[in-house]
């Protein structure tokens, strides 16, 4: 059964830093692009970073230079290091795996960022 399990998010004060961890279990995931999403309240989900099997990373906008996305894949993980928090970062986020014809959801870790 795969399985995405994310974890590390909180409450943090706006300037703070969290680091999201996901655990992808079930199958590798080498060859998967690896991404994180977010969705606040009455907004739609968004990108907020990826990163393909060969290492190549993409960010939204909102977070180029504060967030950066990493992954092991000798451990089926895929990390986001957020620093210089805002407030308007607060949102579920979300783990997200991506292959030619499969994709997958983890369930959801909280941040929130306080002012």
């Known amino acids: 059964q795969v399985q995405l399990v994310e974890s590390g998010g909180g409450l943090v004060q706006a300037g703070g830093s969290l680091r999201l961890s996901c655990a992808a279990s079930?199958?590798?995931?080498?060859?998967?692009?690896m991404g994180w999403y977010r969705q606040a309240p009455g907004n739609q989900r968004e990108l907020v970073a990826t990163?393909?099997?060969?290492?190549?990373?993409s960010y939204s906008d909102s977070v180029k230079g504060r967030f950066t996305i990493s992954r092991d894949n000798t451990k089926n993980m895929v990390s986001l290091q957020m620093n210089s928090l805002k407030p308007e970062d607060t949102a579920v986020y979300y783990c997200?795996?991506?292959?030619?014809?499969?994709?997958?959801w983890g369930q959801g870790t909280q941040v929130t960022v306080s002012s």
């Open positions: 997200n795996a991506r292959s030619f014809a499969q994709m997958y």
């Open positions: 079930g199958r590798s995931f080498n060859n998967d692009r």
């Open positions: 990163m393909t099997s060969g290492g190549s990373t």
